[in-house]
């Protein structure tokens, strides 16, 4: 049987209302992603959800430390040399651009001084991220781990454990040429003159050789 005029009524209704539905979550997806270009672009802000931890580009995760830390000590992983350690502050703190600039170029001129020294093991404070919320700034972590994980550094601490959902994390992060032995512990002091960070500690074990360790702690 043919559809009465209030059927025909009620279906050309509900595709136009389905059809505008359909319309209006599309350009709240298109501007949403176009948002989301043009801060990561311009600002290096990025989306990163309202988990607990946040996501990191795939080859600076690959880079982190992996939970349990290394099955079986290296053999003689520093026999017969002296070993050389780097402590450094960075002093890039997202919320004090204007007295501590230039971050960029400074984490490169030191990105080059580690790799034609070889230390190591590189200790950096103040090497933050920051989250607002759903958003976070990770970038200058990522490219520095980026580019020294080519050149060696292949055990680094993961610093998310310490990023607030509203603030800056510890800003510590320690990589090394030795393997991590255990997986790395964060430690943040209760109470600091600086609200906006998250300070504290962070301890590593790291393996010398087949039983030697050394324990450093970089705060």
Same mark, same amino acid.
């Given at each position: 049987?043919?559809?009465?005029? *209030?059927?025909?009524?009620? *279906?050309?209704?509900?595709?136009?209302?389905?059809?505008?539905?359909? $319309?209006?979550?599309?350009? #709240?997806?298109?501007?949403?992603?176009?948002?989301?270009?043009?801060? +990561?672009?311009?600002?290096?802000?990025?989306?990163?959800?309202?988990? #607990?931890?946040?996501? @990191?580009?795939?080859?600076?995760?690959?880079?982190?430390?992996?939970?349990?830390?290394? /099955?079986?000590?290296?053999?003689?992983?520093?026999?017969?040399?002296? @070993?050389?350690?780097?402590?450094?502050?960075?002093?890039?703190?997202?919320?004090? &651009?204007?007295? +501590?600039?230039?971050?960029? /170029?400074?984490?490169?001129?030191?990105? &080059?001084?580690?790799?034609?020294?070889?230390?190591?093991?590189?200790?950096?404070?103040?090497?933050?991220?920051?989250?607002?919320?759903?958003? +976070?700034?990770?970038? !200058?972590?990522? !490219?520095?781990? *980026?580019?020294?994980?080519?050149?060696?550094?292949?055990?680094?601490?993961?610093?998310?454990?310490? @990023?607030?959902?509203?603030?800056?994390?510890?800003?510590?992060?320690?990589? %090394?040429?030795?393997?991590?032995?255990? &997986?790395?512990?964060?430690?943040?002091? #209760?109470?600091?003159?600086? #609200?906006?960070?998250? /300070?504290?500690?962070?301890?590593? &074990?790291?393996?010398?050789?087949? %039983?030697?360790?050394?324990?450093?702690? $970089?705060?």
């Amino acid at each position: 049987p043919r559809p009465t005029r *209030l059927e025909m009524n009620v *279906l050309v209704g509900g595709a136009s209302w389905f059809t505008s539905m359909a $319309n209006t979550h599309l350009n #709240k997806i298109v501007v949403l992603g176009l948002v989301n270009a043009l801060l +990561a672009r311009y600002f290096e802000i990025r989306y990163v959800g309202f988990g #607990k931890t946040i996501e @990191l580009n795939p080859e600076v995760s690959a880079a982190l430390e992996i939970e349990g830390g290394v /099955k079986e000590r290296p053999q003689g992983a520093t026999e017969g040399r002296k @070993l050389s350690i780097l402590s450094h502050n960075v002093w890039c703190h997202y919320g004090q &651009q204007w007295y +501590a600039p230039s971050a960029r /170029k400074r984490l490169t001129c030191l990105q &080059q001084e580690i790799i034609d020294r070889q230390y190591d093991v590189v200790m950096l404070q103040e090497l933050f991220m920051l989250r607002c919320g759903p958003f +976070a700034i990770t970038s !200058n972590f990522e !490219n520095l781990v *980026l580019a020294l994980q080519r050149h060696g550094y292949h055990s680094i601490t993961d610093p998310r454990s310490s @990023l607030p959902f509203f603030g800056q994390n510890s800003g510590l992060v320690i990589l %090394s040429r030795l393997p991590l032995l255990n &997986q790395s512990t964060q430690h943040l002091f #209760k109470s600091t003159s600086e #609200k906006v960070c998250n /300070k504290g500690f962070v301890h590593a &074990q790291l393996s010398l050789g087949p %039983s030697s360790e050394l324990h450093i702690v $970089n705060t």
